[in-house]
């Protein structure tokens, strides 16, 4: 099991609570976090809940997972590392608020994320889920050492693998 809190030079990551539905059903309403979903609907509140429900129970059932991130005191997002039914290594996926776009705060997160997943939790390989439109995400993961691997088809639409493995690391 790894902390619950941990800190950056700007960041403050949480184990995610229920008192986070607001924050997270407010999250997934906006168009810029859905706009690169095969289906850009926004979530219900009721998918938001059972999205927080899922990022609480997977840090029950393996003592990690997506961390609520925290910048100057407020909620900004969510992001970490969750176990991958699908592929290879663990998944790293994150959502910030877009008022939180542009200040480096997805390097930073990812950074610190990496250094957990190889260094505590020991993992082999981290791999990362992006859609070729999302352009940003595919140049912070690229920043962060995440390499791309192929593009394939996931909820009938294109999707970029991406792959950092523990030995490729610096």
């Not at 184990?15 to 289906?39: I, K, N, Y």
């Not at 176990?83 to 608020?97: A, D, P, Q, T, W």
């Not at 140049?139 to 009938?156: A, D, I, T, W, Y």
Request: with cysteine; proline share 5%.
């Amino acid at each position: 099991m790894t902390d619950r809190i941990r800190r950056t030079k700007r960041l403050r990551l949480r184990m995610p609570a229920q008192t986070d539905l607001g924050f997270v059903t407010a999250l997934f309403a906006r168009w810029e976090l859905v706009a690169h979903r095969p289906d850009p609907t926004p979530d219900t509140p009721e998918e938001s809940a059972r999205r927080l429900s899922r990022d609480i129970e997977h840090w029950h059932s393996h003592g990690f997972g997506r961390w609520a991130v925290e910048a100057d005191g407020s909620l900004i997002g969510f992001g970490g590392v969750t176990v991958s039914k699908e592929f290879e290594g663990l998944n790293l996926s994150y959502h910030l608020h877009p008022d939180s776009w542009g200040r480096g705060y997805a390097t930073e997160l990812v950074g610190q994320v990496l250094d957990i997943a190889f260094n505590e939790l020991e993992a082999k390989r981290v791999i990362g889920l992006v859609r070729p439109v999302n352009t940003a995400s595919g140049k912070v993961l690229e920043k962060c050492g995440f390499v791309f691997e192929r593009e394939f088809m996931l909820h009938g639409a294109p999707t970029n693998l991406f792959a950092l493995t523990a030995d490729g690391r610096n």
